[in-house]
């Protein structure tokens, strides 16, 4: 019965994290459109500088072109975990636990990655306000999904039949 407890709280982590891997994909999607709308453009005949990046994005600095493709991979892995998530929500049990566990530790793992990126991002400063968004996302959904993989693990029951 304490397994069922815990239900409610995983399915409302669950609600949020969706909610804010949404809000990051929208950011980051805005971030590469900006960047290939106004990036680097080289004329014909000319070489590229010396110190060229082919990560290069016209807003923040030198992290944010890892910063943005890291948080949407971590944005979409994270979406995708949710699917399992859902269905280890509306079954319940030991069964359907692995799938949503590993998907969302790989889900968790990819958010920490983009986390490292956000910090370094805030330490080098020189971003604007829908990039510290993004950051503040990022940072809070590492600690939000670590809470959900917390949930699920520790609610889970096999019945016996």
């Given at each position: 019965?304490?397994?069922?407890?815990?239900?409610?709280v995983a399915g409302l982590l669950?609600?949020?994290?969706?909610?804010?891997?949404?809000?990051?994909?929208?950011?980051?999607?805005w971030g590469v459109n900006r960047?290939?709308?106004?990036?680097?453009?080289?004329?014909?005949?000319?070489?590229?500088?010396?110190?060229?990046?082919?990560?290069?994005?016209?807003?923040?600095?030198?992290?944010?072109?890892?910063?943005?493709?890291?948080?949407?991979?971590?944005?979409?892995?994270?979406?995708?975990?949710?699917?399992?998530?859902?269905?280890?929500?509306?079954?319940?049990?030991?069964?359907?636990?692995?799938?949503?566990?590993?998907?969302?530790?790989?889900?968790?793992?990819?958010?920490?990655?983009?986390?490292?990126?956000?910090?370094k991002e805030i330490e080098l400063?020189?971003?604007?306000?829908?990039?510290?968004?993004?950051?503040?996302?990022?940072?809070?959904?590492?600690?939000?999904?670590?809470?959900?993989?917390?949930?699920?693990?520790?609610?889970?029951?096999?019945?016996?039949?």
């Amino acid at each position: 019965m304490a397994g069922q407890q815990m239900k409610p709280v995983a399915g409302l982590l669950l609600v949020l994290n969706f909610c804010m891997y949404a809000i990051i994909l929208g950011i980051g999607g805005w971030g590469v459109n900006r960047a290939i709308n106004h990036g680097f453009i080289i004329g014909p005949g000319l070489s590229l500088p010396a110190h060229f990046s082919p990560i290069y994005f016209p807003m923040g600095n030198a992290a944010t072109g890892f910063f943005i493709l890291f948080s949407l991979i971590a944005g979409v892995v994270g979406i995708a975990s949710l699917i399992s998530g859902i269905n280890h929500l509306l079954i319940w049990d030991a069964d359907s636990l692995p799938a949503a566990a590993s998907s969302a530790t790989i889900a968790w793992s990819l958010t920490l990655l983009a986390m490292g990126f956000a910090s370094k991002e805030i330490e080098l400063s020189n971003s604007n306000a829908r990039l510290q968004t993004m950051e503040a996302f990022i940072i809070i959904l590492s600690a939000t999904q670590l809470f959900y993989i917390a949930a699920i693990h520790g609610a889970s029951t096999r019945r016996r039949g």
